[in-house]
């Protein structure tokens, strides 16, 4: 039952990439979905679906604290950043390093994941909105072996979605929606009582092999395109997806982001995971094609 | 491990074939151990062999018996090698325990045939004893408190058996079973208390037994559900036989929103699909004592498969495209339907011994109750209106089942999963020094459901 179970996941994999690359619209990873995806199988990284048709780990975390830092944009460089809400590593500040992270307690269910994670903070007529709850699901890239893919290394830096966005960003990248509903858009929509706003944020899943950072904080990372890493970032790394809740319904909301108009949402990781425990979360349920956990209460 | 590199090397084959015919069936070998396939182990022993249990797990190989002395353990046990049995030498003294750091006692993912007996696991941020992506289980004498989600928790797992244990101090479940059809699962003389749910089981069933258990001091008894935020929906075909399901009021337990919701039902399906309830005993419950009530299901992914689908195997529906999300209902109410109720011995139930509700036609669901000892019920005269043999009779509108009353309670908030009472010792496998490798094949074992009869009162 578990090998086929995986035959089959991996199947499906296999003829979406297929399909995409024989002429699907565009087989670009970053491409828009949502209304054109609608009664196909629906992978797009920033759709859970039905938890259990992916393979994954999952950390769920309270927020932790704001701050103006941004220990990846302007490290050492305290109240330089707009303003950010921290989730997981208690500590995380602009003075941060992957081994004071590494020192430090979490926010997290997962005790061992002692990374953080931050995004811009959200303003609802000027006040800031203290989110309810993060979920942290770490899968293979869409279409991607789970066997190949490897923990990130210790101290990896890394973005999701654009701070200086203009133009609405793919849904694939950076999803508003209500609750976990499936109707995602660029920007937030109004939400009915009892699905809160939230956000969900996906990141680069292919690594360059050597850097933890760059200059542009970007392009050591990379997406993969129908299953695969390019050649110049060849390794596969988990697809995180950041999801970040607020108790937000209903109508008479004005939002902000702290970090400009409602285009520019984006998150941060940077990974002071332990290592062992990184290294065995990726082994021992993504490698062997299981679901090892999924999030609660599904908010 | 080898498993997936053969799985990725069917790969390429399989998507050939999807691609050249279109959702063609890939129904290859699944590579599982036969019955009879057990092989010879060696023993291993903890910690005079290797200190730690996981280092005994990393040295075994299929077959091998890993013998735990009595000890404080501060692991998170990972198993990745099929049919290991993980045997402690005194239940109430071998014990596993996280530390409110460590997430799982021991987790077995995508390993057939593993069992794991006589032990207690405590303080995990998860859960004591986890199963995922499994063919073959087994729990025995096993203890669990104080776990951040579930106490015994097989997911997306077959061919199990859980028995002679005691989970409490779970903010979900103690013990659940989920995402699986057929499950071919048995659960036998567990004890699940002070826990948000006593059992859940998210769309599982199928030759899914639970039997001669007691859940008592939960928020809510025993509650299948099913939902498409998860596989294999619906939930169904769960066999309830001879329980002590009573005093699932407790309001100092931990609870997740869900447990909350649920507060004060000893046996409540919601949304589930031919269940059979037969000959349990369920009493002291402020509200329904055995209830049928529909699952409203916020931001659905699928849509509730048709009736004639309800015995596909999940396995099945895997590559089933998804509902449109924009065509569905939100929230999707998934309604309880053809479940029944039988023989049960149902007291002092302060809304209604006996229930079934649905925002919808409910006479229409075909639910049915029969030969129950109780007192009330909504609607009124319920073995009369849905008899399990001929044509019911009778105004359904007749006090009905309030679901809005039912939702609407308040409940005193969560408790914190840390602080749940500390157990009695319990009851220690026989033999656990001379007793052979037991690892888990030829399972769920047979039950007699005819031999069982209502449990007296303790």
């Avoid at chain 1, 086929?4 to 990873?29: I, S, Y």
């Avoid at chain 2, 029944?340 to 209604?352: I, K, M």
Wanted: proline fraction near 8%; include cysteine; charged fraction near 20%.
């Amino acid at each position: 039952m578990t090998a086929r179970r995986r035959v089959r996941w991996l199947a499906v994999a296999a003829a979406l990439a297929l399909v995409a690359g024989c002429g699907g619209p565009g087989g670009d990873g970053d491409a828009p979905v949502g209304g054109a995806a609608a009664g196909a199988v629906r992978l797009s990284p920033t759709d859970p679906g039905p938890q259990g048709r992916v393979p994954q780990f999952v950390v769920e975390c309270t927020f932790s604290h704001t701050a103006p830092d941004d220990p990846i944009l302007h490290p050492r460089h305290s109240g330089r950043s707009h303003q950010h809400l921290f989730f997981g590593n208690t500590t995380a500040d602009a003075d941060s390093t992957a081994e004071s992270l590494a020192a430090g307690d979490t926010t997290c269910d997962q005790k061992l994941d002692r990374a953080s994670y931050w995004a811009p903070a959200l303003y609802d007529h000027g006040e800031l909105v203290e989110p309810i709850t993060a979920v942290a699901y770490y899968r293979p890239g869409v279409g991607v072996d789970p066997t190949t893919v490897q923990p990130y290394p210790f101290g990896l830096k890394m973005i999701g979605g654009d701070q200086v966005a203009e133009e609405p960003q793919p849904l694939d990248v950076v999803a508003w929606s209500c609750g976990t509903g499936s109707e995602r858009s660029p920007t937030p929509p109004t939400c009915p009582e009892g699905r809160p706003l939230r956000l969900a944020v996906s990141f680069p899943d292919c690594w360059d092999g050597e850097n933890l950072d760059s200059e542009d904080h970007v392009s050591h990372m990379a997406r993969s395109e129908d299953g695969a890493c390019p050649d110049s970032h060849p390794v596969p790394v988990p697809q995180l997806l950041f999801t970040i809740t607020w108790p937000i319904t209903g109508e008479g909301h004005e939002l902000s982001l702290a970090s400009g108009s409602l285009l520019t949402g984006h998150a941060d990781f940077f990974n002071a995971w332990d290592e062992d425990k990184l290294r065995a979360e990726v082994e021992r349920c993504l490698h062997r094609g299981v679901t090892c956990g999924v999030a609660s209460n599904r908010i | 491990m080898s498993l997936s590199r053969r799985a990725f090397g069917v790969l390429l084959a399989s998507a050939l074939v999807v691609a050249a015919a279109c959702g063609s069936d890939d129904d290859g070998d699944e590579g599982a151990t036969g019955d009879d396939a057990v092989p010879e182990g060696t023993t291993i022993r903890v910690p005079d062999d290797y200190e730690t249990i996981q280092e005994a797990v990393d040295a075994a190989a299929p077959g091998d018996l890993i013998l735990i002395e009595p000890g404080v353990y501060e692991e998170a046990v990972d198993v990745t090698t099929d049919m290991l049995t993980i045997r402690g030498l005194d239940r109430n003294e071998v014990v596993l325990d996280g530390g409110f750091e460590l997430d799982n006692g021991i987790r077995v993912t995508g390993a057939d045939g593993v069992a794991i007996e006589n032990m207690t696991a405590r303080n995990y941020t998860r859960n004591g004893f986890f199963w995922t992506g499994v063919e073959g289980y087994r729990g025995s004498y096993l203890t669990t408190y104080r776990t951040g989600d579930y106490g015994i928790y097989a997911f997306d797992s077959t061919k199990g058996l859980i028995e002679h244990s005691y989970a409490s101090g779970s903010p979900d479940a103690g013990i659940y079973i989920g995402q699986c059809y057929p499950c071919d699962a048995v659960i036998d003389d567990v004890v699940s208390e002070y826990n948000g749910l006593g059992y859940s089981g998210t769309n599982s069933g199928g030759n899914l037994l639970i039997v001669n258990s007691t859940f008592r001091y939960n928020r809510a008894g025993i509650v299948p559900n099913s939902g498409s935020y998860e596989l294999c929906y619906p939930e169904r075909e769960t066999t309830i036989v001879g329980n002590v399901v009573h005093s699932n009021n407790q309001p100092d337990t931990p609870a997740i929103d869900v447990a909350l919701l649920a507060m004060g039902n000893g046996i409540l399906v919601a949304g589930g699909v031919n269940n059979t309830i037969e000959r349990n005993l369920v009493y002291d419950h402020d509200l329904t004592g055995i209830g049928l009530v529909p699952f409203p299901e916020d931001d659905p992914n699928d849509d509730i498969p048709p009736p004639e689908d309800d015995e596909r195997p999940c396995e099945e529906t895997l590559d089933d495209e998804l509902a449109d999300p924009a065509s569905l209902p939100n929230p999707l109410i998934w309604n309880p339907r053809g479940n029944r109720v039988v023989g049960n011995v149902v007291e002092d139930s302060r809304l209604a011994d006996l229930a079934v509700g649905s925002l919808e036609d409910v006479s229409a669901l075909g639910n049915c109750f029969a030969d129950n000892t109780f007192s009330t019920s909504a609607p009124q005269e319920v073995e009369t209106l849905a008899p399990c043999e001929g044509e019911g009779r009778g105004d359904w509108s007749a006090g009905a089942l309030d679901l809005v009353a039912l939702i609407a309670a308040e409940h005193p908030p969560s408790g914190d999963y840390k602080t749940t009472p500390v157990p009695e010792p319990q009851e220690n496998m026989p033999d656990a020094e001379t007793a052979p490798a037991r690892p888990a094949v030829g399972l769920p074992p047979a039950i007699d459901l005819d031999a069982i009869e209502v449990p007296e009162r303790p």
